[in-house]
């Protein structure tokens, strides 16, 4: 299984990106989907997160500002982020909880994408 990330960049505060991730390979199903971000010096800390039925959970500091999806058909996770703000800058890696066709589950990593937001 593979994740693939896109769609970080540089962008001024108050501006906007969205970040698109693909999961590929021997997929059976997806559980949780979800976005992280690292900051130098800092863990990784969990920004969104949505289950297969569309549940959602964020973190308190990107709650009204950032909205996770995702379309089960093309396993896909999106992250919109609005109003962004110069502590949102981090390297973002997105998650996937999945379950293989040999009936395994375990949880993928994406390779990350870095975000910067300028003040």
């Known amino acids: 299984v593979q994740l693939q990330a896109f769609g970080g960049g540089l962008v001024q505060a108050g501006g906007s990106l969205r970040l698109s991730c693909a999961a590929s390979?021997?997929?059976?199903?997806?559980?949780?989907m979800g976005w992280y971000r690292q900051a130098p010096g800092n863990q990784r800390d969990l920004v969104a997160a949505?289950?297969?039925?569309?549940?959602?959970r964020s973190a308190d500091s990107v709650k009204g500002r950032f909205t996770i999806s995702r379309d089960n058909a093309k396993n896909t996770v999106d992250l919109q982020m609005n109003s962004l703000k110069p502590e949102d800058t981090a390297v973002y890696y997105c998650?996937?909880?999945?379950?293989?066709?040999?009936?395994?589950?375990?949880?993928?990593w994406g390779q990350g994408t870095q975000v910067t937001v300028s003040s």
């Open positions: 998650y996937a909880d999945v379950t293989n066709w040999g009936m395994r589950r375990q949880g993928y």
């Open positions: 390979g021997s997929i059976f199903s997806i559980h949780t």
């Open positions: 949505i289950s297969s039925g569309g549940g959602t």
